[in-house]
Structure formats: C-alpha cells, structure tokens
C-alpha cells in the first residue's frame, strides 16, 4: 500500500508539472533544419570518396559548428562540413572532415561495426520524425561502416542491425573526407507524403585527448528525450523505395567431429551440408516482410567467455541472426520478454513488420526441432529443453496517439505436443514533461508443462521416490523440480512500474516490479519469479571547466526484494561515483552493503523463513577504460568483499580481477586480449581459483576481407576437501580456438572458411585432450531486385 501510494504521489507530481511544462516535441525545425535537394533525373555518383561527380554541385552545404560533448554547446574546435542531396530512390551525403594535424588522424580498417574510437562522421535519422526509433549511421576516415538503432522507448542503441548501403573515406592534406549513399530501400517511412520532413542530426566524433562530439546543432541537457532533440530535414519529392525485394541463397558445409576422451575412444564424423532461401520484401515503404526456409542459424563468430563458477542463474548470451534482427525493435518493451535465441533451430521462419501513421505492428514465426526455454526461480534458474517440435509465434502492436504517449500490447506462444506457453502483455510510456518519464508494462502467462517433465532436473528417473524432507547435499530435489512439479495448467502475472526525473545536473528514479510464482515468459529471458522488488536511487552530475575530468557523477540507490510471500530475499545499498576525462578515460567505483539469502537448508521446501540463512556483505568494485595512445586502450574491471559460497551456504569472500587490452599494431591488425581472474575464500582456506583468458586477433586485409583467430580458455582450480556436499574435480579445464576467412562484399552477401576445436582436461585427463573438432564453409549472395 505504501508503494502504491507513493506511486500516485509522483504521478500527481508529474501530472501538476506537465500543465506548467512545454510538451516534448520529436525532431524540430528550431533546432536545425535542412532541406534536402532531389535530383529528377538518373544520378551518377560512383561513391569513391572523391566527391567530384557534377551530381554534388545541386547538394545543400551545412556546417557542423557545435560541440556538445564534453563541452557544453561551444563552438566545434575542428571544421566539418556536410553536403547532402537526394536522388528518387538514394539520400547521398558527403563529409569534409578538416584537421589542423591530420597525421593524428585515428583511422583503422576494421570490420563493420568495431571502428568505435576512431575519427568518425555520420548521421541520425528519424523517418517518421516521432522520437521513436531512429536509424544511425556512423563511418571512419576508410569509410569502414557502423549502423544502429537508436530506441527512445527502451533507451538502447542496437548495432545488431545491418542493412545494405555503400561508403568509402580517403585521408587528404586537410583532413578527411567521405562519401555516402543511403538507399531508400533501407527505410520504413510513409510515402504518402509528397515531401518527407525526417527527424536529422549530423555528428562527427573527433577523438583526441578526450573524445570531441561535434553536430550542426545544440543539445540541451537538462532534455532526458535524445530523439526529441532532432532538428529536420526536409525533401525526398517523390521518394519511393523502388521494388525493395532481396533474395538471399545460402550453401552451409561443414564436417564435425567429436569422440569421448575419457578414456580416449574413436573420432565420429558426421557430414552436413544444406541449401536456404531468405526473402526480404519491402511491401510498402512502411511494410517490411521478411522469410526463410531452411535457415543457417550457425554461429559464425563465437560468443565472448564467460565464467559459470559460484552462479546460480542461468547466462545470457545476446542474438546475433540476420533474419531474428531486422526490425527486432519493432518488438521490443521495457521488459525481455522476447530473447529469440530461445529459438535454436528452425526449419522455417516468418516476420512481418508496419507502421501506418501512429500504429506499429510485428509479427513473428518460427518453427525449431526442439522446445528450448528457462525454468526461473527466486533463487536460482536453468534451461529446460523438451526434445519435441515447437511452434513459436510473437506479435505486438503500438499506438503512439501522441509524441508524449505511447501504449502497447505483445503477444508470445511456445507449444509442443505436451507443453504450452502463452503470454499477453501491456505496456504505456508516457512523458509529461522533458525531464519525466513514466513506464509500466503487466503481462499474463498460461504455461502447462508435460507429465513428470520435473523429472530430468533432480537427477533421478522419479522425483517422488525421493523423501519430503532432505537437507543440502542429501537431496536431489532443487528449486527446478519445485518450480515445474505442475499438474494441469498454471497461470500468473508480472508488472513493472517506472519513473524517472532527469535535469542536467541531477535525477531520481524509482521502480517497482512484481512478478508472480507461476509467471513464465518462455519465448524471453526472464530468469527470476516469485518476488517483489523495490528500487529508489539517484544522483548529481558535475562538468568541470578546465579540468582533466569534464564530468564527475555521485550517486546509489536502495532496494529491496520480497517473495511474493513477503519473506526478504535481499536488501541492498549502493554509492557510486564516475569520471569522464582526459585520455578518454571512464573510472567509476562503488561499495554495496547488502543482505541476502543463501540456499535452502531443506531444498524441497519452497519456503523462505525459516529455511535460508541470511547473509550480511560489503563489497567493493572498481571498473576503468582510457586510451592512453591512439593505437591502444586498457579496460579493467574488478570487485572484491564478501560473498556467499553457493556450493555449501555458507560466507566467502570473492576476489575478481580482469584486465582487457585492444591493441592496434596496425591500421590492419588488432588484437583483444581479456583475462578474468576469480577467487573464493572460506574460513578453511580457497574454495576455488578460476581463470578465463580470451584472446581475439582480426586481420582486416581489405575493407571486405579479413582473417580472425580467436581462442577461449577456462581453467577452475577446486579443493575437493572444502566441500561439505559434493566431490567436484580439483581440476577443469577446456580450451576453444576458432581460425576463420571472411569476405563480406555486404552483410549478407558472404563467404565464411573456417575451423574449430575443442579441447577438455580434468581429474581423469592429464592434459588437455582433444575432443571435437569442425571444419566449416558459408557463402551466400544478396540479389537485389
């Protein structure tokens, strides 16, 4: 009752200041306008970085003549300017980028999308001009690309997207310069209109001592609302996206091998090699379908490590597939209730996505050879797989009635033979003011699991033949079993209210989010239920002039977490304070003092009280990232304190450190280097000493072709006598190289050649041993139509 009613107090709050405040407006003409020339006739521009086809005389000049970072709207310390025209079917842009000392030019041929730090210029483009999504388009002095999308809803930006458009930069006496060509075929807008009127900024990150952001126009900070911020630009007469239709043949060959190692046996090979087809057709410029038969949803590039050791919850790893990426915005809320890696494997897949006016619309579906999802908990969560087809569908609708106010609906389904999940949620986002927002988003779900599928998590043919009452260690029941021993259908729901107020120099936010017992989001990532949090926090900002640090931000928050039958899970503190300076650097620190619970004393009992110790701990963190020469940036990331020794709940202390170095050895050759350390102490002496190293090292050979060595290798050192209820191995080991050949003549048309391995060691393996092993090939080619 109290965090209703302090809810309806904000709400007040914010409705009082939205009468006295000034609406917030998507991109306007007050800020920076622009008008766009179109060119009638056939345009023939070969995009060379030249600049100097007779197309380029009829193009509009502007001046990108603002800082806006770190300094705060003051005249731009570098001149750059932009030239822009458009053809019926192209928008084409130049930049002139000009350097007092262009040999201190940062420019590197990389592959697309990792150019970050280097010179750069680029663009932002908000075609239905509603400060909703935008698209960006950013490239460095080779004209090596990067493009993303910016989502006003969710805050985040989303390189994953790629989309098919041609760049090409040189160096010059004076600086740099680049030539851009944007097919129209790129974009969701309405054509309707005789002349498109788009939400624009033009930047240019000019990275020196500090990182200089340049852009024809100012930006208010005491704005929480970057899209709003837009200026415009208007033209594009007649625009059409043209026939917009893509086909994209595939070819996957690949020869895997794998053999037990323990002891040594023989190699199996299995050989595999597969035909596919995706369609993407843009409908209308507004409607984009997108399909695929027989898909290759391989993992070409492999995940970054990571450190399962003392976690009780499952790991994310982010979606990296074309076809599961274009428009993925267009599904997105303020909660992950739809993470597509849940769909491993299908045979088939169908996206369609629209946007009329102030409706949005997507829909996605997909078949996959297995039925993949996470069995969340309170305090613990894991992957359940059911070997059975499933059908796998998403759709979700949007109403932006105003540029203050959004609300929508989404809809998710999972079912196999004996099992189902469906969920229907709604979500509203509202901002009275510029520096007031206000989320809140409810879902339900339906779920039925099939018979006795608790089984497979208690390590035993029959969970019921185990005793009702069993202490840590003595009891193959765990929360698993508990949370999907389920007769029947089951249903529950979850909802997550937000608010923020953020100025320019200070904010507040605060949180509440309840999800239910029986909640499951099985197309998302969702990996907690059964509890209630709450969350307050803020903090100041500070932008020192003349100074090595150009903004310093204090801040914490309090929490606190419920189950949903009101028994504490956690509590918890946290004071932080940030810098941004000189050599690019980043540095913020921390200290947490929180209480929590461990594991439960008699896992067959779902209950709380009574049956878990609570932990008191005080932890500290330390993370920093700076750039201390052009062709090198240091990263480390560390916390040490007090923690909890999940394997026998009881206290430990934890100590983690993990360095990271990008090294530019050349224009052409780079090489990430990240080593994690981890350890975890008990009064006994050490529980466990675990290290990651990963190393990545990516020749670019041309701006289409490169060559990637990348090798992840784990190492978890244990003392089987400090565990009370298990007898792990002293010793883990695995080691995974990957050697791969790219050309990319575009995003999807590609040729992969490469090679895997894998190799394990344990108690029972001396050393490490060999035990899988794949040679693979992709080519595909984009014919646009």
Not at 70 to 87: G, I, L, Q, W
Not at 276 to 288: E, N
Not at 302 to 313: I, K, R, S, W, Y
Not at 699 to 721: C, G, H, K, M
Request: glycine fraction near 6%; aromatic fraction near 12%; proline fraction near 4%.
């Amino acid at each position: 009752m109290i965090v209703i009613n302090y809810f309806r107090a904000l709400f007040a709050v914010s409705l009082i200041s939205s009468l006295l405040s000034p609406c917030v407006y998507a991109g306007s003409s007050q800020q920076f306008h622009l008008d766009i020339p179109t060119i009638d006739e056939e345009v023939d521009v070969d995009v060379d970085g030249d600049i100097n086809e007779p197309a380029w005389q009829h193009a509009a000049q502007v001046m990108l003549q603002y800082e806006t970072s770190p300094a705060e709207n003051t005249a731009a310390p570098v001149n750059t300017y932009a030239k822009v025209f458009a053809s019926n079917t192209s928008l084409y842009l130049a930049f002139i980028a000009h350097d007092p000392a262009p040999e201190n030019i940062r420019a590197n041929l990389r592959e697309r999308d990792n150019a970050w730090g280097d010179d750069m210029v680029g663009i932002k483009l908000d075609t239905f001009n509603n400060a909703r999504l935008a698209y960006q388009f950013f490239i460095n002095a080779y004209g090596v690309q990067s493009d993303s999308i910016e989502n006003e809803l969710t805050g985040q930006e989303s390189d994953a997207w790629d989309g098919i458009w041609y760049s090409r930069g040189k160096i010059t006496d004076q600086g740099y310069q680049v030539e851009v060509q944007l097919p129209l075929r790129l974009f969701n807008f309405d054509d309707r209109h005789s002349v498109q009127t788009w939400g624009i900024e033009l930047v240019r990150f000019y990275p020196r001592n500090e990182t200089h952001r340049l852009s024809t126009h100012q930006i208010d900070r005491n704005v929480s609302c970057q899209l709003c911020q837009l200026g415009t630009a208007s033209g594009l007469a007649g625009a059409t996206q043209g026939k917009d239709l893509q086909l994209t043949p595939s070819l996957v060959a690949n020869q895997n091998s794998q053999r037990d190692v323990a002891p040594t046996g023989p190699w199996t090979d299995d050989t595999n090699v597969e035909a596919g087809l995706d369609l993407r057709w843009g409908i209308t410029p507004t409607t984009l379908l997108n399909a695929t038969i027989n898909p290759d949803f391989s993992q070409v590039e492999a995940d970054a490590g990571q450190l399962d050791v003392n976690n009780t919850f499952a790991l994310f790893f982010p979606e990296k597939r074309a076809f599961f990426l274009d428009n993925k915005d267009y599904f997105d809320t303020q909660l992950d209730l739809l993470h597509t890696r849940n769909i491993g494997s299908p045979d088939y897949g169908v996206k369609l996505t629209s946007k009329t006016d102030d409706h949005t619309f997507a829909v996605l579906a997909a078949n996959d050879i297995q039925s993949q999802f996470l069995v969340p908990g309170n305090l613990s969560s894991d992957i359940a797989v059911i070997e059975d087809t499933s059908h796998n569908v998403a759709s979700r609708y949007r109403f932006d009635p105003s540029k203050q106010f959004s609300v929508g609906g989404l809809l998710t389904l999972k079912q196999a033979d004996d099992y189902h999940n469906y969920l229907l949620s709604g979500d509203i986002k509202y901002q009275p003011t510029k520096q007031d927002t206000f989320t809140a988003q409810y879902a339900h779900s339906v779920t039925q699991y099939p018979d006795e599928f608790f089984n497979q998590f208690c390590g035993s043919d029959d969970c019921a033949q185990v005793a009702d009452d069993c202490d840590i260690g003595e009891c193959e029941i765990n929360e698993r079993v508990l949370r999907t021993q389920k007769d029947g259908e089951f249903n529950d729901g979850m909802y997550n209210i937000a608010y923020e107020h953020q100025r320019r120099n200070w904010y507040v936010s605060s949180q509440y989010e309840s999800i239910g017992r029986d909640f499951r989001a099985d197309l998302g990532f969702i990996d907690k239920v059964d509890l209630a949090k709450f969350v307050v926090g803020g903090g100041y900002t500070w932008y020192p002039d003349e100074h090595f640090f150009n903004r310093i931000e204090l801040g914490g928050d309090w929490d606190i977490t419920h189950s949903q039958h009101h028994e504490r899970l956690e509590q918890e503190t946290e004071l932080f304070i940030e810098f941004e300076g000189g050599l690019q650097s980043y540095i913020a620190a921390g200290i947490i003092e929180r209480e929590r619970v461990g594991r439960r004393h008699d896992p067959s009992d779902i209950a709380i009280n009574g049956n878990t110790t609570m932990f008191e701990e005080t932890l500290g963190w330390f993370y920093t990232n700076f750039t201390p020469m052009g062709s090198l940036k240091l990263e480390l990331d560390m916390y040490f304190g007090d923690d909890i020794d999940y394997a026998n709940n009881r206290p430990a202390s934890v100590n983690m450190f993990n360095p990271g170095v990008e090294w530019k050895i050349t224009e052409s050759l780079v090489l990430d280097i990240s080593h994690r350390y981890q350890t975890l102490d008990v009064d006994d002496g050490r529980l466990f000493t675990a290290n990651l190293s990963d190393l990545r090292l990516n020749w670019q050979l041309t701006l289409n072709s490169f060559i990637r060595l990348s090798s992840v290798y784990t190492r978890i050192e244990r003392d089987p006598s400090l565990y009370l209820y298990q007898n792990p191995n002293s010793l883990y080991e695995d080691l995974g190289n990957e050697l791969l050949y790219g050309y990319k003549l575009n995003p999807q048309s590609v040729f992969y050649l490469g090679y895997s391995d894998a190799f394990v060691a344990n108690d029972d393996i001396d050393s490490l041993t060999q035990n899988d092993k794949t040679f693979f090939m992709k080519m595909s080619y984009a014919w646009l139509l």
